[in-house]
């Protein structure tokens, strides 16, 4: 029997995806976004999905909130009790992340406070939660200091038993140095075991299976998109636009990607004007030449180039990329002068290729701060990959404490029965 999970602030459905691989059976999802939750409908509720979600008939089908959910169904949350083996969830991070600016009265901040609320309600068996290396930092506001990874122990202490560690992502598989915050709490008594350890001792079988071998470089994550082997062709969805055209994967990570799919989706290439492009093509050179790759600029470099972004930076074929982020323009491919298409950044994410995304490219300006696009949606997202390794070890654990729940049942009523026998033939 599958076990069951609920996937909070799910986005795109990364976390979702993995834990899916891993053979557990999502219930349903909560993602406020209306082209998050689109990207999410389309791969995991749609007619071509691999794998489905056991959605419950008195929740809609739609982008909704947590504090919707909440106040909408309260009984209903409550009747699930006894029957979710998961709940996983990442609050929003950018109140945390070292790549923006950190706000300790960010109101999204304070969403972990709903998804403990959620816990408290459905009471399940295991919680597995993500965030930004930043969650675990200490804010000063008004005066005092908060530490949000502190209080989430805190209101979670009396109930369940918390491991905590931060994962460096490229040693599970993902083409990327992603160093986040994982928590996994089990109920108080059902195991000992430590999920962070297991999980190391996963590892080798793991990647073994997909004929992976860590670090996985940018390279070998995305040179079958380079424009120079695989040409380019007119964009299927964007008219005016022009995309790579897809030949097939050079290596096996690239294989274990495309899971016999013979296209994919997402290729669309920015517009580049010549100036930008000669720009980027001097960029490249000097940061192969200078040993700059995957390394951001000094100011004097930044100038010279007339470049205005930190972060800016060319990623190195031969290593992991950089953590990906919402912008687009932060990373230059490594022998092409332009920037990643969402595909590519999804490679780097360890999306499948038949993982489609739907809403907008990019955008920009005050939109920013309700639209979540495509780019933003990969650079948002838990790596499946990473999830999938961490939802099998999930799913030893939680099996094995249920069997030996019921091997001491049989035990104790094998007991039992034996005394009653003694009593009756005495």
Known sequence: ??????????GCGGLSLGL?????????????????????????????????????????????????????????LKNLQGSVDLVVGGPPCQGFSSAGRRRADDPRNKL???????????????????????????????????????????KLADRYTLHERLLDLSMLGV???????????????????????????????FLRKRRISVPVSSSAAICDLEIAYAGITE??????????????????????????QK????????????????????FIEFSHNEGR????????????????????????????APTITSMPDDLVHYSEPRTLTVRENARLQSFPDWFEFKGKYTT????????????TQVANAVPPLAATALGEVIVSILKGADEAKSYRRQTNSGVQNSVQFAETVT
Not at 40 to 63: M, T, V, Y
Not at 116 to 123: A, R, T
């Open 293 to 320: 790759l995957n390394k951001s600029m000094s100011a004097e470099v930044r100038q010279k180039f007339g470049i205005k972004k930190l972060a800016f930076r060319v990623i190195d074929p031969d290593q992991p």
């Open 235 to 260: 964009s299927r969805e964007t008219k005016g636009f022009q995309e790579i055209a897809y030949r097939g994967p050079r290596t096996q990570y690239q294989r274990a990607m495309a899971k016999k």
């Open 364 to 375: 920009g300006g005050e939109r920013r701060r309700f639209e979540v696009p495509r780019f």
């Open 1 to 10: 029997m599958e076990l069951k999970f609920i996937d909070l602030f799910a």
């Open 175 to 205: 083409p990327q140095t992603r160093t986040r915050y994982f928590l996994v709490a089990f109920e108080k008594g059902l195991t000992g075991a430590d999920p962070f350890d297991l999980l190391e001792k996963h590892l080798p079988s």
């Open 263 to 282: 296209g994919t989706t997402d290729l669309r290439l920015a517009r580049h004007g010549e100036r930008i492009v000669e720009r980027f093509a001097s």
């Open 112 to 154: 972990f406070e709903a998804y403990v609320k959620f816990v408290d309600l459905v009471q399940p068996k295991a919680l597995l939660l993500e965030n930004v290396r930043g969650f675990t930092a200490d804010f000063k506001s008004q005066g005092k200091t908060d530490n949000y990874a502190s209080k989430l122990r805190e």
């Open 20 to 76: 899916s691989e891993a053979n557990m059976q999502g219930l349903f999802a909560v993602e406020h976004n209306e082209s998050a939750f689109e990207t999410l409908q389309h791969n995991l509720l749609g007619a071509q999905s691999p794998r489905k979600f056991d959605w419950p008939d008195w929740l809609p089908i739609e982008s909704t909130s947590i504090e919707n959910v909440l106040e909408s169904y309260l009984d209903e």
